[in-house]
């Protein structure tokens, strides 16, 4: 099988929040699978850190699956900076899109990561600080802390952590400024609440590309608490992810390090402990009379409150949460499959949900669309599926960033379109005057 991108949203405070679901090559949901969350910078997007970043060019070959959520307005909540700030809870957002990767997907809870670029980076470190039972180790980019998370930040426990930081970076500035807490004060942040020695051990990182403009120190603090902090000091690189295409806009992006693959060799090593671990409810029990479903489930020792996810036999998808005792009552007006699980909702440890049968939830989720595009990804010709109802409608296809780039009518229900010219990146086929959308990846 293929790998698989697809565009995706969740419902969370009255909000519908976007994300990009990298699955890679030969997925299947008997295997469970490394989860990293990659987040945007400042204005950007999802389909935009997927393009800058790369990450999916290790997904197949490293057996993880990436997600590229969307922040509000191009925002994360990780304190006001340059006096712009949100009110959006982002932390329990990426808390809830565990949850849905959990369900629709095999992930394995323990091996949950976080990285991002610049207010991406900013927002991994959060998470590290405020959502430590469910992230194993972060990777943050170009990014520092808001001086709020740096006097608040109390883990449960050491936090693997690999910075990438630039002492030339014209935005996240090395010493910082208001809204931005200085870098080496986050990195001696990070070793203390890591249990690190004091004195790290400093080396060269081989300068192998020297027309780059810039080199790097690999900086490797000691004897940390069952956890590891490595600094990569960058010396004449700018506000830049490095190994990535270089822009020259924001600086110099150094080729020596590249962020996508030494993250990931920093993530594969770490584990959430098994000691933190949050039990799995059992005796999953449902029943209906007079249009009220009941689902009930055994008691976890200490455990008061749970969460519940339903798909109803229409399709509809429900996140129940804070639910006191172990029973739920819903109302159902149609026949037809139940599809259900739950967790604990536990103060610290990563989180398993109850068992189901994974094939038939993603089923009913990822194929209900109107429209299917395959092979995706693609390289030449994508074939494209619509509904009768959609033949002779126009139809454009735009890059990540909205701007068309191939348009034409659709002639039948399954029509081939020539896409050998597109440069590789995030692609969206739409349907003229319509709401109906589908991404796919041209490689």
Same mark, same amino acid.
């Given at each position: ?12 405070? =009255? ?18 699978? @490394? ?23 290790? *997904?197949?070959?490293? +057996?993880?699956?990436?997600?590229? @959520? ?9 304190? %006001? ?52 039972? +469910? ?21 449960? +426990? ?12 014209? #935005? ?32 060269? #990182?081989? =300068? ?6 810039? +080199? ?14 490595? /600094? ?6 700018? $506000?830049?992810? %490095?190994?990535?295409? @270089? ?17 990931? *060799?920093?993530?594969?090593? /770490?584990?959430? @402990? ?56 819903? %109302?159902?007006?149609?026949?037809? =499959?139940? &599809? ?9 440890? $990563? ?39 959609? #033949? ?33 990146? &995030?692609?969206? /086929? ?9 991404? /796919?990846?041209?490689?």
């Amino acid at each position: 099988m293929s790998a698989q991108i697809s565009q995706q949203t969740l419902q969370w405070q =009255n909000k519908t929040r976007k994300f990009i679901v990298y699955l890679p090559q030969d997925y299947s949901p008997q295997e469970e699978l @490394p989860l990293v969350i990659n987040m945007h910078a400042f204005t950007g997007i999802g389909a935009g850190q997927f393009n800058y970043t790369k990450y999916h060019k290790l *997904a197949d070959t490293a +057996r993880c699956i990436v997600v590229y @959520p969307y922040g509000i307005g191009g925002r994360w909540n990780t304190g %006001p900076v340059f006096g712009i700030g949100s009110n959006v809870d982002d932390v329990g957002f990426i808390g809830r899109l565990i949850d849905y990767m959990s369900i629709v997907y095999s992930i394995d809870a323990r091996r949950v990561y976080a990285t991002g670029y610049s207010a991406g980076g900013f927002m991994s470190q959060k998470l590290a600080c405020e959502l430590t039972n +469910r992230i194993a180790a972060i990777a943050p980019v170009a990014a520092s802390m808001h001086p709020d998370t740096y006097e608040t930040c109390d883990p449960d +426990r050491p936090v693997p952590t690999l910075m990438f930081n630039s002492i030339s970076d014209p #935005v996240t500035r090395y010493n910082g400024f208001e809204g931005v807490q200085p870098v080496e004060d986050v990195v001696a942040l990070w070793s203390d609440l890591n249990g690190c020695d004091i004195i790290p051990v400093e080396e060269e #990182v081989p =300068n192998i590309v020297q027309n780059d403009g810039s +080199r790097v120190n690999k900086i490797t603090y000691q004897n940390c608490d069952e956890s590891e902090l490595i /600094f990569m000091k960058f010396f004449n690189a700018g $506000h830049t992810w %490095p190994g990535a295409n @270089p822009t020259f806009i924001l600086g110099n992006t150094n080729q020596d390090v590249n962020a996508t693959n030494e993250s990931w *060799a920093f993530f594969k090593r /770490f584990a959430i @402990p098994d000691d933190m671990a949050c039990g799995k409810p059992t005796n999953l029990v449902s029943s209906v009379e007079n249009n009220q479903l009941t689902l009930s489930w055994s008691a976890i020792d200490g455990i008061d409150f749970y969460s519940v996810f339903v798909v109803y036999p229409t399709g509809e998808k429900q996140f129940v949460e804070n639910i006191q005792g172990t029973s739920l009552q819903l %109302p159902i007006e149609a026949g037809g =499959n139940l &599809v259900w699980l739950v967790r604990a909702q536990c103060e610290s440890g $990563h989180v398993d949900w109850s068992p189901l049968q994974l094939d038939e939830i993603s089923l009913r989720i990822a194929n209900y669309s109107d429209i299917k595009l395959y092979p995706n990804p693609a390289v030449n010709l994508i074939n494209i599926e619509v509904e009768e109802s959609m #033949v002779n409608s126009e139809f454009k296809i735009t890059s990540s960033f909205g701007t068309r780039v191939i348009a034409g009518t659709i002639t039948s229900s399954n029509i081939k379109v020539d896409i050998s010219a597109l440069d590789p990146g &995030v692609y969206y /086929f739409k349907v003229k005057y319509s709401d109906l959308q589908q991404m /796919f990846l041209k490689q």
